[in-house]
Each structure stands twice: as structure tokens, then as C-alpha cells.
């Protein structure tokens, strides 16, 4: 029994340690791989954890090997994550230092003084002293009733700045920004952005930005890395599936899976994905991806899936001056406001 439990302490060590790192721009060290921890959003707003199975999600994952956990203030699942990474923390499987925990500010809070008071919270909920990476959710600032604030995003930025002045966060970066509002940022902050975190999958390969942002020292972080392949909140989008022949073909070659085969892609790619599972067999299946890598040809056939298109597209926001993608003729009703529910 004691040498089974070796045996598998050994084997997470292993997993744990396979798992690529990307540098940030202050030497620090990011997993190039996240868990993604958002459960979705009904009519009855975002959806929540249930029976604690977001917290078991995590204590599964970390004996997987995964170390970076992605969460916001929006995703109202901070305390579970936060239990989790404690209760491997007291059980001595993990350091609080093994972990590397990103969370988000949101919309509302992005006056400089609420910056401060809004990562309190979060830690507070986490039941950490600091967090690894703090990013500005969206460049959009809105009141508390939803409606738009004129807030400038580098006013949010100087509140993130005194964070990490006050050791909240060890470093901080942006969300959902375009380029030119990056450029803005480069140009203008006291401490650059360490990462940038966009959507990013096969239908959306943002080549121009990614280049943009790596020539400049940001990593990349992709949210919904497996776009199209997988049912996004029970509804299937158009575009490649798992048994696209493309990704097929490449996967067969390697004895990995097409998400595999995708999650890879973005890894090659120097992009960290973050990928969300709730089940145990998709996230060991998610995270075996650090013994193969993909041809520059291989690369550029994916890339090929490029159509320009987004699953996160806030369109209710459009109006706003900061909204940072393309308009669109018929942008969908706000939900975060109530009446629109
Ligand atoms: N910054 C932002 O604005 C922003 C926006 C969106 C998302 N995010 C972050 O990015 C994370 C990932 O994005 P996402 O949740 O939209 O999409 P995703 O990771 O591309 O896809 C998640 C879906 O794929 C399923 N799945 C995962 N692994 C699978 C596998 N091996 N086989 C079959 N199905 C699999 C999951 O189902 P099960 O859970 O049932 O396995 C879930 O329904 C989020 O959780 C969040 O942390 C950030």
C-alpha cells in the first residue's frame, strides 16, 4: 500500500514537472498550461458550483499535475478554488509557491481606489495572501447598475500598479484588450503587462496580436482553446469538430487526441491554454500533452481554420468607448442587467 502511494506521489511529481514553463517579463515563472474554472452564465446569471464539485474539480487536478488555476470575481468560483489549493497545501501534497493562481478585476470596480478593496475581496475569498497574476477583466468600465462608466482603462491600470506595489499580486497583466489598446498601455504604464489573455482557438488564431504581444516580452494566455470541437454550455457552435479529418490526421500521427492536438498547437505557439474540465478522465486527457510537438507545417494548417470567429462577443457593450472588437449590426440585449434577464 505504502509503495502504491509512492508510486503515485512519484508519478504527480513527474506530471507536475512535464509541464512546460513560460517566462514572464519579471523572470517569474508561468505553467503553460491553466485550468480554466468559469461554469457559465443562465438566466439566472452565472452559474454555480454544486455540491463542491468545482472544488473536487481542482484537488483532482493538482494531483494531475496542473499548478495554474485561472478564476475571476465575475466567476463566483474563487472560494472553492481557493479550499482546494489550501486543503493540498495542509495535506503537504503542494507549496503555496508550486501554485501560480490568476484572478480578474471586474468591470465595475475599475476606479483607481476600488482596485485595491476589489483584489481584497478576492483574496479574502481565496484565502491567500497574494495571487499570482491580477488582470484587468475587460478594458470597459461600468457602474454599479451596469450602465457605462467613462472610466480610462489606464486609471484601473495605476490601481492594479498599487497592488502589486503592495505585494496583493506578484504581477499584472490585461484581458480581451486590442492592439492599439495595448500599445496605449506599453506606452504609457509604470509596470508593463506581464500577460495578455484572449480568445484563441482554431477559428480564432489572432496571429497579429500574439506576435504583438510576445515581441513586446507579454505571454499569451487562450481562453476557449477548444473553440468549435467541443459543445460550448450544451450548444454546438459551427466550425471544426473532433473529427475534423485535419486535426485527425495529425493526432493519428502522434497518438494524441485532436484536443490534444489543438491544446499543442497553442503551446508551440508559446500561448499558455486554459482549458476547463469539470471530469477527471478530460483533464488527464488535457494535460498529456508535454511529450510531442507539432511540425511549423502542422502549425500552419490550423492556422488555416482562421474565420475571425469570437464564442465571447460582449456585442451589448459595443457602444462603449473602449469596447475593444469589431461592431456588429444587431448586438444581443445586456445580461448582466436585470430587466434583461
Ligand atoms: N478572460 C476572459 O474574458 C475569459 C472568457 C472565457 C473564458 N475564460 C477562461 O478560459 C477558460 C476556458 O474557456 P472555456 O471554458 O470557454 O472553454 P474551453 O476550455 O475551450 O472548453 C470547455 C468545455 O470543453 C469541455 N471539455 C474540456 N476538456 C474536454 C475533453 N478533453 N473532452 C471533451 N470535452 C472537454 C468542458 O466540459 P466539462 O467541464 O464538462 O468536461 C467544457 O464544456 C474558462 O473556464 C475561464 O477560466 C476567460
Redesign the pocket.
Given at each position: 500500500m505504502l509503495g502504491a502511494c509512492v508510486f503515485v506521489a512519484l508519478l504527480v511529481i513527474t506530471t507536475a514537472e512535464k509541464v512546460a514553463k513560460f517566462k514572464l517579463n519579471d523572470g517569474r515563472d508561468m505553467p503553460a498550461l491553466a485550468l480554466?474554472?468559469?461554469l457559465g452564465f443562465n438566466q439566472n446569471g452565472v452559474i454555480k458550483s454544486e455540491n463542491k464539485q468545482l472544488r473536487d474539480a481542482v484537488l483532482n487536478a493538482i494531483d494531475l499535475g496542473y499548478r495554474h488555476f485561472?478564476?475571476?470575481s465575475i466567476?463566483d468560483t474563487e472560494e472553492e478554488i481557493g479550499e482546494a489549493i489550501k486543503m493540498k497545501i495542509d495535506s503537504g501534497d503542494v507549496k503555496r509557491s508550486d501554485i501560480f493562481l490568476t484572478t480578474?478585476l471586474w468591470n465595475t470596480r475599475h476606479r483607481r481606489d476600488q482596485v485595491l478593496p476589489a483584489l481584497k475581496d478576492s483574496l479574502t475569498k481565496l484565502g491567500m495572501d497574494y495571487v499570482d497574476l491580477y488582470l484587468m477583466?475587460w478594458p470597459i468600465g461600468l457602474n454599479e447598475d451596469y450602465s457605462h462608466s467613462d472610466v480610462d482603462f489606464m486609471e484601473t491600470w495605476r490601481g492594479l500598479e498599487d497592488a502589486m506595489k503592495q505585494g496583493l499580486t506578484k504581477a499584472i497583466g490585461v484581458?480581451?484588450f486590442n492592439e492599439e489598446q495595448l500599445k496605449r498601455m506599453l506606452e504609457e504604464a509604470t509596470v508593463k503587462p506581464a500577460a495578455l489573455?484572449i480568445?484563441i482557438?482554431p477559428q480564432i488564431v489572432q496571429k497579429d496580436l500574439v506576435d504583438f504581444a510576445q515581441e513586446n516580452g507579454i505571454v499569451v494566455m487562450a481562453?476557449?482553446?477548444?473553440?468549435s470541437l467541443?459543445?460550448?454550455f450544451g450548444m454546438q457552435m459551427p466550425g471544426p469538430k473532433m473529427d475534423d479529418p485535419v486535426l485527425t490526421e495529425i493526432a493519428n500521427k502522434y497518438k494524441k487526441t485532436t484536443?490534444q492536438v489543438v491544446l499543442r498547437w497553442l503551446v508551440d505557439r508559446k500561448i499558455v491554454p486554459?482549458?476547463?474540465?469539470?471530469?477527471a478522465k478530460?483533464q488527464a486527457?488535457?494535460i498529456n500533452i508535454f511529450d510531442f510537438s507539432l511540425s511549423e507545417d502542422e502549425i500552419r494548417k490550423i492556422n488555416e481554420f482562421d474565420s475571425h470567429t469570437r464564442f465571447?462577443l460582449p456585442s451589448f457593450w459595443q457602444t462603449h468607448p473602449y469596447y475593444p472588437f469589431d461592431k456588429i449590426d444587431t448586438p444581443i440585449a445586456d445580461p448582466f442587467v436585470k430587466s434583461n434577464m
Open positions: 480554466g474554472t468559469y485561472d478564476t475571476a466567476y480578474k477583466h484581458s480581451n489573455q480568445e482557438h481562453y476557449s482553446p477548444f473553440g467541443v459543445s460550448r484536443l486554459i482549458a476547463k474540465s469539470l471530469h478530460r486527457e488535457n465571447t
